[in-house]
């Protein structure tokens, strides 16, 4: 059953989108301002979000940039204004689709099956990208981390931090070289972030399944070990 999030302020819309896309089959959850919607998406982790654009605390715009830092789940934008500039900066933001309100649920439930068969497209068209070192495997279709087939929950820099270790296994890289590659040419900051996300990592992996994947080399930076 996919989820679907609706971040929305008109209690009557919401509870109306709710109704007719729980009798559709799916499991549906809403957020009334901004602040609480970035929050539920974090909680819920759900598949689909209907996103209104103007929202009390923290607009759409803002909450959307917001989310595709993290993720690149589809995002419905959705308004009560039909300009093209409000269009062009809802997709601009990172929103995948737009819709004006008034609107009929029959065009929301088409939206939503085009979603869903460009989904099915990418997966059919996409081959399994999975990386494994020891009980830890990568899969970098689906974006997920899991140990010992346990899934983990990770942020969006701390997964790219892994990936760039994962796929430079048993070679040693700088933090400079890690900063390049994970933050970017152009950041501007301490490399001792590096050290900072290391540790949330190690955190996740190597505390709490107890083995030792992430290793450091004092003065000269870090690499995962995929050898005995």
């Not at 900066?89 to 004006?100: E, F, P, V």
């Amino acid at each position: 059953m996919e989820k679907i999030l609706i971040v929305e302020d008109e209690a009557k819309l919401a509870r109306f989108m709710e109704l007719e896309l729980t009798h559709e089959g799916y499991e549906v959850f809403i957020a009334e301002d901004g602040r609480k919607g970035i929050e539920m998406f974090f909680e819920k982790e759900p598949d689909i979000i209907l996103l209104d654009l103007m929202l009390p605390g923290l607009n759409g715009l803002e909450v959307c940039r917001r989310i595709r830092k993290e993720s690149d789940i589809p995002i419905i934008m959705l308004t009560a204004k039909g300009e093209t500039m409000d269009k062009v900066m809802g997709l601009d933001s990172g929103a995948d689709d737009y819709m004006t309100k008034p609107f009929a649920i029959e065009e929301l439930l088409a939206r939503l099956r085009v979603i869903a068969r460009h989904k099915l497209s990418r997966q059919a068209s996409t081959p399994k990208n999975i990386i494994t070192i020891k009980a830890l495997e990568i899969d970098t279709d689906k974006r997920s981390v899991k140990y010992d087939g346990n899934e983990i929950e990770l942020t969006k820099r701390e997964y790219e931090l892994l990936i760039y270790l994962a796929e430079n296994k048993n070679i040693v890289i700088s933090r400079e070289q890690i900063l390049n590659n994970v933050w970017g040419y152009d950041y501007i900051g301490e490399t001792n972030v590096v050290d900072v996300y290391v540790r949330y990592l190690r955190t996740k992996i190597d505390d709490k399944y107890n083995v030792k994947l992430i290793h450091t080399i004092r003065g000269v930076g870090y690499f995962i070990k995929d050898e005995d």
